[in-house]
């Protein structure tokens, strides 16, 4: 083997050898990040009002789970995703929105709800409920995309679950909404149909959660808008907005 073809080799290997290391520190979570660390108990610390340092708390704490789960490759998404898509938001938000799995559009940018779905929940946020989406937070039940956008598999749901469920409990919002079946059946942990969870509240670890049709379906049946206006008034009645 001369110099150069030897060198070549040897990068090829350390290529080989990160891309390992990289898979095995995605396997490797901490614990920390997943259920097995939630007291819900705790949840609501910030009734007394929210205070900066609180704040400040809330942002740290998501910031750490996003990190603990950013080379994450417990499922097979990790292979496939461009950017893995934790959430945005307030962290002190006082509803928190939950879709089912990132499309191409969030694959590709990184963030929830940027496709043309995310742009009727947008309109949903801040024409409906006059808030701004960034004082409200989004996320979903997968943070990686299923390539086609297929319907996430019950393994990618429980192994993605727990972070979700930390999601939750920092932010401890007054109201969820559950967006489509995915997100109120994982939720819920239930197989009764969307059409009969919607229009009344449910609990989820002690929090209000509201299902309601999934804005891509809304896309395709406009006619369920009035549906979802019902349900989202509740949410508004709920949270006095
Ligand atoms: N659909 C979802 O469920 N989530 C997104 O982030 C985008 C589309």
Redesign the pocket.
């Known amino acids: 083997m001369d110099e150069m073809t030897s060198s070549m080799a040897a990068n090829d290997l350390q290529k080989e050898l990160l891309k390992a290391v990289k898979g095995l520190k995605g396997q490797v979570v901490n614990r920390d990040s997943l259920s097995a660390g939630i007291d819900w108990s705790k949840k609501h610390a910030s009734a007394a009002g929210p205070l900066n340092s609180d704040r400040k708390t809330k942002e740290e704490m998501l910031k750490k789970v996003h990190r603990d789960m950013a080379n994450c490759q417990l499922c097979p998404l990790g292979r496939t995703r461009k950017n893995l898509?934790f959430g945005d938001g307030n962290p002190e938000a006082r509803i928190v929105f939950v879709?089912?799995?990132?499309?191409a559009d969030?694959d590709e940018q990184g963030l929830?709800?940027v496709?043309r779905?995310?742009q009727l929940l947008t309109d949903i946020i801040v024409k409906g409920m006059k808030l701004e989406r960034k004082n409200v937070y989004i996320c979903?039940i997968l943070k990686c995309r299923p390539p086609g956008n297929r319907n996430p598999l019950p393994d990618e749901i429980s192994k993605c679950e727990p972070f979700l469920k930390r999601q939750l409990q920092i932010i401890s919002p007054e109201v969820i909404c559950a967006?489509?079946t995915f997100a109120a059946k994982t939720l819920l942990k239930t197989d009764v149909p969307i059409s009969v969870l919607r229009g009344r509240f449910h609990l989820y670890e002690g929090i209000k959660l509201m299902p309601t049709y999934?804005p891509?379906y809304l896309l395709r049946n406009p006619s369920a808008k009035k549906q979802v206006w019902e349900d989202v008034q509740m949410i508004m009645k709920e949270i006095k907005l």
């Open positions: 898509v879709g089912e799995a990132p499309g969030e929830p709800f496709g779905a995310g979903n967006l489509g999934h891509a």
